[in-house]
């Protein structure tokens, strides 16, 4: 039974790029949250998707959006990226609408460098 | 906005002594989560919290969720060099269905 899969693992980028991220949930889960984890810092919530719709929202900008497809699976977009978007970026998986209420599954994270 | 905060930051135990680490919530919560996250790794679910004065172990650790749902705390006892990461706590909002993540408790062992 495969976890929660992102990729791609590392990323550089230069300011004003954008940049996607993929994630796949933990099989059997329908629910996927967002997260920035700057260094040495907790993990702070993006969004979540539930039902191809995005249902929460954290307080980060419009350049950031996202997606969810019908396989659950979903991707993050950051548009024209900044110097301060440098971190790991976790997705998180759950089952129900409830998602945050009940036990995350995080994936391995993408590490994002802007230069 | 919700606000939750760990104390302390930094924890630096000897190998077999015990330690608490605190969580404090600006609003009162309906549920709190623990996680770990090893140095290099993604955080990892420990536990939820959902009662008013609840109290769970899970082996040496032990974890409590305040009567007012407002902090919760985490005990380890006889420290081990696996023990070593950062501790977070989360906690949902009552009506609400964000997690917010403190900042975490970075323990490290002295063998």
């Known amino acids: 039974d495969a976890g929660v899969t992102q990729s791609p693992t590392h990323l550089i980028k230069t300011r004003g790029q954008q940049v996607t991220l993929r994630c796949s949930p933990k099989?059997?889960?329908?629910?996927v949250s967002w997260y920035q984890q700057a260094l040495g810092q907790g993990p702070q919530f993006i969004f979540q998707?539930?039902?191809?719709?995005?249902?929460q929202r954290g307080n980060f900008p419009d350049r950031f959006s996202g997606h969810q497809f019908p396989n659950y699976s979903s991707e993050l977009n950051v548009n024209a990226l900044l110097l301060g978007d440098s971190a790991l970026y976790l997705c998180?998986?759950?089952?129900?609408?409830?998602?945050?209420?009940?036990?995350?599954?995080f994936g391995p994270g993408t590490r994002l460098t802007v230069l | 906005g919700q606000q939750v905060m760990q104390i302390p930051q930094y924890q630096h135990v000897q190998e077999g002594e015990d330690f608490t680490t605190y969580c404090n919530s600006s609003?009162?919560?309906?549920?709190i989560q623990w996680y770990k996250q090893r140095p290099g790794g993604h955080p990892v679910f420990l536990i939820q919290?959902?009662?008013?004065?609840e109290v769970k172990k899970q082996k040496r650790l032990t974890f409590q969720f305040g009567e007012a749902k407002k902090n919760s705390s985490l005990h380890i006892t006889a420290t081990q060099t696996t023990d070593v990461g950062t501790y977070f706590c989360?906690?949902?909002?009552?009506?609400?269905?964000?997690?917010?993540f403190g900042g975490g408790t970075r323990v490290l062992v002295k063998p």
């Open positions: 609003t009162t919560l309906s549920n």
């Open positions: 099989s059997g889960h329908d629910t």
């Open positions: 989360a906690g949902v909002k009552a009506a609400g269905n964000k997690l917010t």
């Open positions: 998180a998986s759950s089952f129900g609408i409830a998602g945050v209420s009940n036990e995350q599954f």
């Open positions: 919290l959902v009662k008013s004065g």
């Open positions: 998707y539930y039902e191809e719709e995005e249902r």
